[in-house]
């Protein structure tokens, strides 16, 4: 099949289910790409998939999650999580609820800017989950974000130091 003569190996831009053309914050610039890391697309115009990255990384969790890198029809590498072992379906679903938060806060921000005058904007940061089947999906890499699980054990770690100074007195 790929020996075929007539088989063409150029890139083709799809668009995976669910995850829209890609979003142009969080990419990052890609020297191999087909524009030669040169972003050659109007500002408006879509980013579709155009190839993957050979750099994968595995981090060090339960499931070992990959980090890797799709590089956009502009050259642009866009970092995503690929994770086995867990349905993404619920994840998707409660970005699409977020997603309909923030449209409704920004409704909200406009008509109250309209009564006393502009005030600070609300907005939940949502990111694309594409679930590929019932065990694994994407998620778009977040830069800078902090787990919830680390949170929460700061927290509780922070909770049981009273009890530790108190026990050693």
């Known amino acids: 099949f790929l020996a075929h003569k007539d088989w063409d190996a150029s890139p083709c831009p799809i668009q995976l289910p669910g995850l829209g053309p890609l979003e142009r914050g969080g990419s990052e610039a890609y020297n191999g790409g087909a524009h ?17 990255s050979t750099h994968v990384v ?8 990959k980090k890797m890198y799709m590089i956009g029809s502009d050259g642009s590498r866009f970092p995503f999580l690929l ?4 349905d993404l379906r619920l ?4 970005m699409h609820w977020l997603q309909e938060l923030n449209n409704c806060l920004a409704g909200e921000s406009r008509v109250s800017a309209l009564d006393t005058g502009p005030e600070p904007s609300l907005r939940v940061r949502v990111y694309p989950v594409v679930p590929l089947s019932r065990q694994c999906g994407l998620i778009r890499w977040v830069d800078h974000a902090t787990p919830l699980h680390s949170i929460h054990r700061n927290f509780l770690s922070r909770q049981a130091e009273p009890l530790r100074d108190k026990g050693q007195q």
């Open 36 to 52: 030669g890391g040169q972003t050659s697309l109007s500002a408006d115009e879509d980013i579709f998939l155009s190839g993957m």
């Open 83 to 86: 994770k086995a072992k867990e």
């Open 91 to 94: 994840d998707q679903r409660v």
């Open 58 to 65: 595995t981090l060090r969790s339960k499931t070992r999650p």
